[in-house]
């Protein structure tokens, strides 16, 4: 990866430097609201995975935990949580002030550096045409974000029509 925050932050990139085989997709600092209870992110794909490290807990005698798929993990300072946000997750802060992590995300290791790439192209590629007034014409269903009416929508789907809400051809 690019490192992007210049001079800041020189031990955390030297962690990160010697990784080996790990393979960051995003690196950040997560700020855990205290009395939290809810879901970090969550995707429908396990080509990325999570990396949680507590950095600051500031009451260690209220646990905070992360459940995956059921099976709760005490967040400390001295462990490092990795997961699959695919799986049903909840990071809990019972603390009454705020906890601060590093969050990584990561390539899966069974990823190759072709399949990285790939996925790299196409997410770049789908930012690029989801911005751009010929994605939003080439849509295949109509949806009221396009200007139309709910129903006309919906007929135009049984008649096996597309209708553009921007000027309107049938």
Not at 47 to 58: D, E, G, K, R
Not at 112 to 121: F, G, K, T, Y
Request: include cysteine; hydrophobic fraction near 40%.
């Amino acid at each position: 990866g690019i490192w992007v925050a210049g001079d800041r932050f020189p031990e955390t990139r030297s962690v990160l430097s010697d990784l080996g085989s790990v393979r960051p997709f995003e690196v950040g600092l997560a700020r855990v609201p205290a009395k939290f209870k809810g879901r970090l992110q969550s995707s429908d794909t396990n080509c990325v995975l999570t990396a949680l490290f507590p950095i600051s807990i500031p009451d260690p005698e209220r646990q905070c935990t992360l459940s995956v798929g059921g099976e709760a993990k005490p967040c400390t300072t001295s462990n490092v949580l990795v997961f699959d946000h695919t799986f049903d997750h909840t990071l809990r802060n019972r603390s009454r002030l705020p906890m601060v992590c590093l969050m990584l995300r990561f390539y899966n290791p069974q990823v190759s550096e072709v399949e990285r790439w790939a996925l790299l192209m196409l997410a770049e590629l789908l930012e690029s045409l989801t911005g751009s007034s010929r994605w939003r014409l080439a849509s295949l269903i109509a949806t009221d974000t396009l200007g139309l009416d709910p129903e006309l929508a919906a007929a135009t789907l049984d008649r096996r029509m597309l209708i553009s809400g921007t000027g309107g051809w049938v």
